[in-house]
């Protein structure tokens, strides 16, 4: 489809966009490139996306691993496809073991059953053209060879070790020189390699049911966890169908709880309801109308939000249009005000393909909180996340923690059509900023008419919790100044991170529009 937007490029960044036939974007350039690699084998976007996925486990550890979960929203050519492969609780997760207390944020309780390699096989099970093995390529050879650890990744990787050096196994993967990689420096991870390998040959199967499986369960253990090789072989990676909502024109797709991209849609359902368009990108009206919606977005997903078995409300009572608009009336145009929940009636990678086919793939996954729960099977190079970090304690909270249950879970892949058509397939990276920045890109791209580049480009807000919130620099003055006036607690940080990384790929008439957060690392790659 012609480009509904112009060519300009009005922020500090200015990086450009890429123009292609075929594209791959992610937060790292060889992880890209190997994608790329795959689409030039003559893989489809999904090859490319899976070879991308397996490779960031190498070159990126700081953000996801062997031991990561992930979610993937696919167009196959002519529909959308959604796949959750987040994992379960172990089987002996119950309030009681935790004494009714919080899911510690570190160690092996910390743990829930990883689900990227499930996401691997099942994706290539069903799109995937070249052979399976082909797609470890890339991911063995900068595990076995070494690979030069790109700046950004170096200094995540050094802030992150006074958290995890501890944790088992820790130190002898990730701190080999008893540090961390300095930018520039050749790391070599050998195990990982060697893991990859074992998967590759089994689809998966080693790691779930086999060898793989074992030692996971050893280690689980030998370090106080309750993992058992039976949770990993209950393990399954679940299709289902995107949740929705209508915006400007567009449709927003995420993919349904546990997940929170329903905090997006909900957001975003409000935003119908204000004149955006005829407020400046950047001014403190716009931006106060994003806060506000986001918040009482995350009010409800907070509240009701969880493993989608579990819960007491369906997403479609939560994305009700005329709950959507009461929950609009909510928002002071003047003055930040805490949100509470309604009542309805009754440290991530992010990447995206797209191929001269038609096929688009928007997939992330994550450790949780960079290095996840720090803890790595020796032998083996398997990080493992720590998305049991957000069950609840509360007795009678939907999203308490349970056995063989999902989590809330942070990391959303967005797509976007128009008339039942592919547009763009986009994520911005981030924990809870995910969502925020889903809204944010849309806002920019439907609202205010900005390129991909440009929306993915300019400063962005972070809300915390109450009044809180977090600007990026680049947001003039005036819109801060005016922020605070209106009661908005605004913290201003040069760290980037905080504000999460986008990439993004549009469809065009005759190709993409390709697109990669200069915050990070990352490239946008093709031909």
């Not at 036939?21 to 003559?42: D, F, H, I, K, W």
């Not at 056995?403 to 879970?409: D, E, T």
């Not at 809300?463 to 607690?489: A, K, N």
Request: charged share 20%; glycine share 10%.
């Amino acid at each position: 489809m012609s480009a509904p937007f112009g060519w300009d490029f009005p922020y500090a960044w200015r990086r450009k966009p890429l123009l292609a036939a075929n594209a791959v974007c992610t937060s790292q350039p060889l992880a890209a490139q190997a994608g790329l690699r795959m689409l030039a084998e003559g893989g489809n976007a999904v090859d490319a996306a899976i070879a991308t996925a397996i490779t960031l486990t190498v070159v990126e550890p700081v953000s996801n691993g062997i031991g990561s979960d992930a979610f993937a929203i696919v167009w196959d050519g002519a529909r959308l496809h959604g796949l959750n492969a987040s994992g379960r609780a172990p089987a002996g997760w119950t309030p009681e073991y935790f004494g009714g207390k919080a899911v510690p944020a570190l160690g092996w309780n910390s743990v829930t059953v990883p689900g990227a390699v499930s996401a691997w096989a099942e994706l290539h099970a069903k799109f995937g053209k070249l052979p399976f093995a082909t797609l470890f390529e890339p991911a063995i050879t900068y595990g076995r060879k070494g690979f030069l650890v790109s700046p950004t990744v170096a200094e995540q990787w050094a802030a992150q070790v006074p958290l995890f050096r501890n944790q088992p196994g820790f130190a002898e993967a990730f701190l080999p020189a008893g540090r961390a990689p300095k930018p520039g420096e050749l790391f070599r991870f050998p195990d990982h390699a060697a893991t990859l390998e074992q998967i590759a040959a089994t689809r998966g199967e080693a790691f779930y049911r086999g060898e793989l499986a074992a030692k996971l369960e050893a280690h689980a253990l030998a370090n106080g966890g309750v993992m058992r090789a039976s949770d990993l072989a209950a393990h399954r990676a679940d299709w289902v169908d995107t949740i929705d909502a209508d915006y400007r024109g567009y449709t927003v797709h995420e993919i349904p709880p546990n997940g929170q991209g329903i905090v997006a849609l909900i957001a975003l359902g409000i935003l119908e309801h204000f004149d955006m368009s005829s407020l400046p990108a950047d001014s403190a009206d716009s931006v106060h109308l994003q806060i506000e919606a986001v918040k009482l977005a995350f009010a409800d997903a907070q509240a009701y939000v969880a493993d989608i078995d579990h819960m007491a409300l369906t997403p479609k009572r939560l994305l009700d249009k005329d709950y959507l608009r009461q929950r609009a009336t909510l928002i002071d145009r003047n003055r930040a005000k805490p949100a509470f929940a309604g009542t309805p009636d009754a440290g991530t990678v992010y990447l995206t393909a797209a191929d001269a086919a038609g096929v688009m793939v928007s997939m992330i996954q994550s450790n949780y909180m960079g290095f996840g729960s720090g803890v790595v099977v020796p032998g083996t190079g398997i990080s493992l996340q720590n998305r049991g970090a957000n069950f609840e304690a509360a007795e009678g909270h939907p999203n308490r923690v349970g056995p063989s249950k999902r989590p809330y879970h942070t990391i959303i892949p967005g797509f976007v059509t128009k008339d039942g058509e592919p547009v763009m397939s986009f994520g911005v990276m981030g924990g809870f900023m995910q969502p925020q920045g889903h809204v944010q890109v849309m806002v920019r791209i439907a609202d205010h008419g900005q390129n991909p580049q440009a929306a993915c480009d300019g400063p962005r807000f972070r809300w915390l919790q109450g009044t809180q919130v977090c600007c990026e620099r680049g947001f003039p003055r005036s819109t801060l100044d005016e922020l605070r006036r209106r009661g908005h607690e605004l913290t201003t940080v040069d760290d980037y991170s905080q504000f999460g990384s986008c990439q993004a790929i549009w469809r065009l008439d005759d190709g993409y529009l390709a697109v990669s957060d200069p915050r990070r690392d990352g490239q946008a790659a093709g031909f």
